[in-house]
């Protein structure tokens, strides 16, 4: 399993910002291994221009993206997940579609970096400790050895790193 590539969907509820940059940080540091989809619940139909802004200064693409309902995931021919990870405490809270291939399951949520109506400067702080607080959570992540680990060894280690709260800075 070790030529294995995991489909991995981010969930937030707008699909505009959190799971946006979760996408884009997995399929960057993930070197192939990972492919990371985004969706939402009730998606905004557009993505957060802070958002991209904050792949921007990460040096990762910014192309490619767009705000889509998690409908999408659900359906006979979507690629079959193997983690579903929601981003946000309101998708996490939500009834879920039942997922084709009974993907592993976990929530790493982070505060809404749109949520405040602050400074520009402010906002895009915001988004940047967002992405790094997603960044730490990935790299966790990407070091599981999960050739290795039984499923209930992964459940558990994915769900744990959903509570690691700051990126070291």
């Not at 707008?14 to 993930?30: D, F, Q, V």
């Not at 021919?77 to 309101?90: G, H, I, S």
Request: a neutral charge.
């Amino acid at each position: 399993m070790a030529d294995k590539t995991y489909n991995v969907l981010f969930i937030c509820t707008g699909n505009s910002a959190r799971s946006i940059l979760a996408e884009g940080l997995l399929n960057h540091l993930g070197g192939g291994r990972f492919q990371a989809y985004s969706a939402g619940s009730h998606p905004t139909g557009k993505v957060n221009a802070y958002a991209l802004l904050t792949l921007e200064k990460m040096h990762l693409p910014t192309t490619g993206y767009r705000s889509k309902n998690w409908d999408e995931f659900a359906k006979s021919d979507a690629p079959a997940m193997d983690f579903v990870l929601t981003v946000c405490d309101k998708a996490a809270g939500e009834v879920c579609p039942v997922w084709p291939g009974q993907p592993m399951t976990a929530h790493w949520g982070v505060a809404d970096p749109a949520a405040l109506e602050v400074s520009d400067e402010a906002t895009e702080r915001q988004f940047m400790d967002t992405a790094l607080t997603l960044k730490r959570r990935i790299e966790l992540m990407l070091a599981l050895p999960l050739a290795r680990l039984d499923s209930m060894a992964i459940q558990r280690e994915i769900r744990d790193i959903g509570k690691v709260q700051k990126a070291a800075q």
